[in-house]
């Protein structure tokens, strides 16, 4: 009945994001109670709407990425040469996400100098392993009767791979890359400690120079993108899911 | 608790006893390729001539006295002739506790061997090739322990042995020439602080988590107007980065520290360990609640409509009986919490409050690698060792759970 109510919440956060993002200084006065006197409420060492393309840039990147590395991983673990790595490779999906992303960040500046492209690597490791374990979990818990039929039905290796598996299982791999990118997002400001471009710059410059306003206004673009970009792949997976017959309701 | 019945053995057994045809491995393969490329082209360690400037990278042949380099070369050769050929699960499994070993010793020797006499500015550090073996060996001892399927208590015990045999390294001064340990002498006092500062952190935030999300998880269920609320709260909330959210607290924290009596006394304040605290306490709810829900939920009809049958109270329904058969679900959400509170406490120290991000930052402020790795070395041993105990604890609860949903 009243189901319009988030679509409408969801449009007017994105208006009012794009408004933030293409003119802060319509939101000053919001803001300026937030700091003292003489600080500026708005961040005024670089345009923010550049800070979050870059952001959503080192964020696809990296994602794309751990995309293409993790669902390829996933596929050979799941075929029968490959099977001889599968249970190894649960195990280190599971000791992967241990690793703290400030470490993973801290530990690639040696190797890769500071910027982007420590954080680049940091996102990339970290964006693989959601990826990675429902890609896992979609092309292992296949209903059996399909894939019999599948291959009664004569179809190669390849075919059934490419027609039936990973369609099939696409909205569970898609679950897997929005919560990928949804960490991706709010890790990637960790990345400005190592000097690279992104939100996280605001914020950081906030906590430098005492400034709540920066920090806020930092963190909540990154939540905002991060709510939208979430609603965004939870749509698509639901017509994904239709579309492979595995939606119960209409 | 033990568990019921044998373990189905749905999968091949690689053991490859019986068989005369010699045969390969695969994973083997890919980490014979490892440890040969890392012992025959990469660094073993670097040498340099203060903390800051970059190294000059030493072969293991250059980093250790001539006999040393020759006896690591030949264990490394028999261990990656051992894991090429399909060999008993044990013996790869004391191979690669073998070159773990091995390698622990001669760093330490390789140490030794190149810092100059009465030199206290030069540090030496392990190079690539010391952290490819090291990683070849891991990844052999996880397949190994993968395929060996150990019961939970058995787990522990190789957790246990395997920080014991790291406590002996440590303490036995067999790396002391290395810079790691070197940035730790320096300030073993604060390391220890810290130390306490950062599992303080992550667990005392955990408690308070389960503290308040245990019985929001039960009210959430119980109450279910409340439930889609109370959760899409919590979701946004993990939304916002972390250290935003650390940065915004303070604010409402520094009010609080003033305004309200009593409560700087009781260590509120606008920066340091509060705002991360409460930071780290508001990231641990959802998983919290959530889990606690999920687990609920899943508790079977019969098992309730059996208690309420004998006349069982709600209380003694909540504690007898749906509890116990959620408990593995509500403890798994534990563990993502603990393992995450462990990571994120390292940036508290960004606002001040503590924790090994502290030489982290610290680190990557003076480009002193050895002290970011000081850092972030035990956070990840921390988390890692959070992990496999929860884990162990999880499968010690899950034969209930199992034997509750079959009823």
């Known amino acids: ?131 990675f374990e429902n890609t896992l979990t979609g092309l292992t818990t296949l209903p059996p009767s399909v894939m019999e039929a599948a291959r009664g039905s004569g179809m190669t290796d390849r075919q059934r791979l490419f027609k039936v598996e990973l369609p099939l299982a696409m909205p569970v791999i898609l679950a897997g890359i929005r919560l990928s990118v949804v ?39 990154v939540g905002a993108l991060a709510v939208l970009i979430y609603d965004g792949f939870s749509a698509i997976e639901r017509v994904m899911a239709r579309r492979a017959g595995l939606a119960a309701r209409s | 608790m033990k568990r019921p019945g044998p373990q189905k053995g749905s999968r091949p057994e690689w053991d490859g006893d019986g068989s005369l045809s010699i045969r390969f491995d695969k994973l083997g393969v890919v980490i014979a390729l490892l440890i040969a490329y890392a012992v025959l082209a990469a660094p073993f360690a670097t040498f340099r001539a203060n903390r800051i400037v970059p190294g000059d990278a030493k072969g293991i042949l250059q980093a ?19 894991v090429l050929l399909k060999t008993p699960t044990r013996l790869r499994l004391f191979a690669a506790a073998a070159g773990l070993a091995a390698i622990a010793v001669f760093i330490g020797m390789a140490a030794t061997f190149l810092t100059p006499p009465a030199n206290s500015y030069a540090r030496v550090s392990p190079a690539s090739g010391f952290w490819i073996l090291l990683f070849s060996f891991a990844l052999l001892a996880a397949d190994s322990i993968t395929r060996m399927r150990p019961l939970p208590l058995v787990r522990l ?20 020439g290395l810079s790691i340990l070197k940035e730790y002498s320096g300030r073993a006092d604060v390391f220890w602080l810290e130390a306490g500062r950062h599992v303080t ?41 972390s250290i935003a959210l650390f940065g915004i607290l303070i604010a409402p924290l520094g009010w609080i520290a003033v305004n309200v009596p009593g409560a700087a006394a009781i260590g509120i304040r606008g920066i340091g360990a509060a705002p991360a ?10 998983p919290v609640v959530a889990n606690t829900v999920v687990g609920l939920a899943g508790v079977p009809r019969e098992a309730n409509e059996a208690a309420r049958g004998i006349g069982m109270t709600d209380r003694q329904r909540l504690f007898g009986i749906e509890f116990p058969l959620a408990m593995p679900v509500i403890l798994t959400g534990i563990r993502i919490v603990l393992v995450q509170n462990i990571g994120l406490a390292t940036i508290a120290a960004l606002i001040g409050g503590g924790g090994f991000g502290v030489f982290v930052f610290q680190g990557i402020g003076q480009t002193a690698m050895d002290l970011v790795l000081l850092g972030a070395v035990p956070t990840v041993v921390l988390a890692f060792a959070a992990a496999i105990v929860l884990d162990a604890l999880i499968e010690m609860n899950a034969p209930q759970r199992e034997r509750g949903r079959t009823a």
């Not at chain 1, 956060?13 to 319509?26: G, N, Q, T």
């Not at chain 1, 960490?183 to 950081?204: D, N, W």
């Not at chain 2, 605290?277 to 959802?286: E, N, Q």
């Open chain 2, 277 to 286: 605290f409460v930071a780290l306490f508001l990231y641990s709810l959802l």
């Open chain 2, 64 to 82: 250790l006295p001539a006999g040393a380099g020759m006896l690591l070369l030949a264990l490394m050769a028999g261990v990656a002739l051992v």
């Open chain 1, 183 to 221: 960490i991706s997002l709010a890790t990637a400001t960790i990345g400005s400690t190592v000097a690279a471009k992104t939100l996280g710059e605001v914020i950081i410059a906030g906590l430098q120079s005492n400034n709540i306003a920066f920090v806020l206004q930092g963190g909540l673009i």
């Open chain 2, 201 to 241: 952190l992550a667990l005392g935030s955990l408690f308070a988590a389960v503290l308040v999300g245990l019985p929001l998880g039960i009210l959430c269920h119980r109450v279910a107007p409340l439930r889609a609320g109370v959760l899409n709260t919590l979701n946004l909330i993990q939304t916002i980065p």
């Open chain 1, 1 to 131: 009945m009243r189901a319009w109510i988030p679509h409408l919440l969801r449009a007017a956060l994105l208006v009012v994001l794009i408004a933030f993002l293409v003119s802060p200084s319509w939101f000053d006065p919001l803001l300026k109670p937030l700091v003292q006197d003489n600080a500026p409420a708005i961040y005024n060492q670089g345009s923010l709407l550049t800070l979050t393309l870059l952001h959503l840039r080192t964020v696809a990147i990296a994602t794309t990425g751990a995309i293409i590395v993790a669902v390829t991983l996933a596929i050979l673990v799941t075929r029968s040469f490959g099977a001889e790595f599968l249970p190894l490779s649960r195990s280190l999906v599971n000791v992967g996400q241990t690793f703290p992303p400030v470490a993973v960040l801290a530990l690639a500046v040696p190797i890769l100098g500071f910027g982007e492209k420590p954080t680049l690597v940091a996102l990339f490791l970290y964006g693989l392993l959601p990826i």
């Open chain 2, 157 to 176: 015990l190789l957790l246990v042995m395997t920080l014991g045999g790291a406590a002996v390294v440590l303490t036995s001064g067999l790396w002391d």
